[in-house]
């Protein structure tokens, strides 16, 4: 019997679509394309082939969007960081930073270019795989940039220190942590309620405790 082809490798130069090229290939469309296989089939069932076909394309243009098959996962973040990082830029100074901070990461979500069932989606195939779950943080490296210097601009005292790292980090994983709870857990139809709690979980730290 001959050798078959890796379904999920990249393909040669001489594979040709299988339904005809579009005039106009749109990532986001073949990413909900993939989402939507995941969740009917299963991530681990569908290979880039299968998205591949299901799209209408020929391999070597889906990866030409798309390398990996996480990739097709993670992808539709960008707006809501973009939006995220302009609302951050334009608030008040001297405000509450976590009230800032929720408040620009809700306007996020709610930009128009987000689909927010495909990000529900999304989230509930990255928590159910632990291969996708160990990406987060190279995945979100860029947001805790960006929280970095919103914080430096707030706090110029934690400038060079450890605490403007740690407090960083943990704004961004509170928040992601509360979209992947809404996801898997919530019925809300949307993650906002999620993300202010989250965040006021993370001020409760500084609070003394409360009487029983």
Request: no cysteine.
């Amino acid at each position: 019997m001959p050798p078959t082809a890796d379904a999920d490798a990249p393909a040669s130069a001489g594979d040709r679509p299988t339904r005809g090229r579009p005039a106009e290939i749109d990532p986001a469309a073949l990413a909900r394309t993939a989402v939507a296989l995941f969740e009917e089939r299963g991530y681990d069932a569908v290979s880039m082939a299968d998205v591949a076909e299901a799209a209408g394309i020929g391999r070597r243009s889906l990866f030409r969007y798309f390398p990996t098959k996480a990739d097709l996962v993670w992808d539709g973040a960008e707006p809501v960081g973009d939006e995220m990082q302009r609302r951050l830029r334009s608030s008040p100074p001297g405000g509450d930073l976590l009230r800032a901070y929720g408040d620009a990461f809700v306007a996020g979500l709610a930009v128009p270019a987000l689909d927010l069932a495909a990000t529900r989606a999304r989230l509930r195939i990255i928590a159910a795989h632990p291969e996708l779950l160990t990406q987060v943080g190279s995945r979100m490296g860029s947001r805790s940039t960006t929280l970095a210097a919103f914080i430096a601009e707030r706090r110029p005292d934690l400038v060079g220190t450890v605490r403007i790292v740690v407090l960083a980090d943990a704004l961004s994983a509170a928040t992601y942590a509360a979209l992947r709870w809404w996801a898997v857990e919530s019925d809300d139809e949307r993650p906002d309620a999620a993300i202010r709690e989250a965040l006021e979980a993370l001020a409760d730290l500084a609070r003394p405790p409360r009487d029983s």
